[in-house]
């Protein structure tokens, strides 16, 4: 046995190997395509590194928060994933990059009940992809990291939507009247996330008030509220996006706070800089983006000030063309634009960055030049519910720039997530799950309700 380990072991060392550290959207497809392209019998190795057991797609977890989605309907196991698609998946943090012995360095791994699974490990690489995505930013704020709750994960987006069901069933149980904070919700920060987040969480509400909390007027009783430190709503989007949404969220009785900034959040609430006081029983943190803090001058890199690795057209870090950034966690130049301003941290962004380094990386193996990445902004849409839908369509898919709402924005929305899907599971896998989805849908509730 020892024999067939030592065996395996130097034939692995003769492979040129590909490390993937990170499982989100670029990540994970990026493995996938070089896994098709290379297998596991070829003289390549594709490894990915991700700490988290299955993938969901991030623009989605306002719906998980919300309750008008299933996980395990959505999620995708990375072992299983690993074995259909001829890549290596290695459970695991990474904590560091050893540039001198080219070893991505991961921590052990602990399990829920604290038992190691297993130890400090040490992967060779002869290219690495960094691609771990980006955390919520408190700046600082008081109280955020107690009393708040970021949607960076599944498992605090389920977290969140337990406390929204317990919410509702507390209110309806309870022989007194409704305390001031009672069913109010606070949304701090709003960007994408936190609009998505307040028009889906009103829609849901309602959904789920309907299943026999009769007590719980929803009209009265539940208030949503989306505090906003710039003058606007979507302050990185257009402005007529912007409108767009606000007349939209208006029509749906969320009350938006634009110009207001959090100076501290409470148990029961948020203090504004202002001195004002917004009761609220639930607070979501979804203002501002930062890499990992494990990123920060890591290795000798160069990064920014929000902790991204900071690469050149190539996609390549600045100070080490064996290491590419993809994703949320890269600065990347936007061509064309003015110096310092970034590629923005799109799922566009990361599904073409993908789609890019699954073309080049070959040519690396190869010893051929790589061809400079250009990002093709085809526009942006929000979501606001089922049938609500804003946007504005751009670039080469439209010949100019097309403002689109409604249904045929919604499904705009939807065909971005079957992009992902198409690049993670080809076309008939898609397709079935869709035409299980649907037929699921008709016989369960459009809420959650645990």
């Given amino acids: 046995m020892s024999e067939m380990n030592e065996t395996r072991e130097m034939d692995e060392q003769k492979r040129h190997q590909i490390v993937i550290v990170g499982g989100g959207a670029a990540g994970l497809e990026l493995a996938t395509q070089l896994g098709n392209r290379y297998g596991r019998k070829g003289r390549v190795q594709v490894t990915l590194i991700e700490r988290e057991r ?50 991505v360095i991961v921590a052990p791994h602990v399990d829920d009940d604290g038992e190691q699974v297993t130890a400090e490990r040490r992967f060779p690489y002869d290219t690495l992809v960094v691609s771990i995505g980006s955390l919520t930013h408190d700046f600082g704020t008081p109280g955020v990291a107690e009393y708040a709750i970021a949607l960076e994960n599944p498992r605090q987006a389920e977290r969140f939507h337990r406390r929204v069901v317990n919410a509702c069933i507390r209110a309806h149980a309870q022989p007194g009247p409704l305390g001031p904070e009672q069913l109010q919700v606070a949304i701090i920060g709003a960007g994408a996330t936190g609009v998505e987040l307040a028009a889906e969480l009103h829609n849901s509400t309602r959904g789920l008030v309907s299943f026999g909390l009769d007590r719980i007027d929803p009209e009265k009783d539940i208030r949503i509220t989306l505090i906003e430190a710039n003058a606007r709503i979507l302050p990185a989007l257009p402005e007529r996006l912007s409108a767009g949404a606000m007349a939209l969220l208006q029509e749906k009785g969320v009350a938006v706070r634009c110009g207001s900034r959090v100076a501290k959040v409470l148990p029961q609430g948020v203090e504004l800089a202002s001195g004002e006081t917004i009761p609220a029983e639930l607070v979501v943190w979804a203002a501002g983006v930062k890499a990992p803090d494990v990123l920060r001058d890591i290795a000798g890199l160069e990064t920014n000030r929000i902790n991204q690795l900071i690469v050149t057209p190539t996609l390549q870090t600045t100070r080490d063309e064996n290491i590419f950034a993809i994703g949320d966690c890269a600065a990347c130049q936007w061509a064309g634009k003015e110096p310092g301003v970034l590629v923005p941290p799109r799922a566009q962004a990361a599904h073409q960055q993908a789609a890019h380094l699954a073309r ?16 093709r902004d085809f526009g942006s849409l929000v979501s606001l519910g089922e049938y609500s839908t804003v946007g504005n369509l751009m670039g080469a898919l439209v010949g100019g720039n097309l403002w689109v709402e409604g249904l045929f924005a919604r499904g705009m929305y939807l065909s971005l997530f079957k992009m992902h899907e198409l690049a993670l599971h080809g076309f008939w896998k898609v397709a079935l799950d869709t035409l299980a989805r649907m037929i699921t849908r008709r016989t369960e509730p459009h809420v959650k309700l645990h």
Avoid: V
């Avoid at 299955?54 to 928060?65: D, M, N, S």
């Avoid at 080049?360 to 990002?375: C, V």
């Fill in 54 to 103: 299955t993938h969901f797609w991030k623009p989605h977890l306002h719906e998980i928060a919300a309750g008008s989605m299933d996980l395990s309907t959505y999620e995708t196991n990375y072992l299983a994933q690993a074995y259909w698609h001829g890549f290596r998946y290695r459970i695991g943090q990474m904590t560091g990059i050893d540039r001198e012995r080219k070893e």
């Fill in 360 to 375: 080049q990386i070959p040519r690396r193996i190869a010893g051929k030049p790589l061809a400079p990445w250009h990002y």
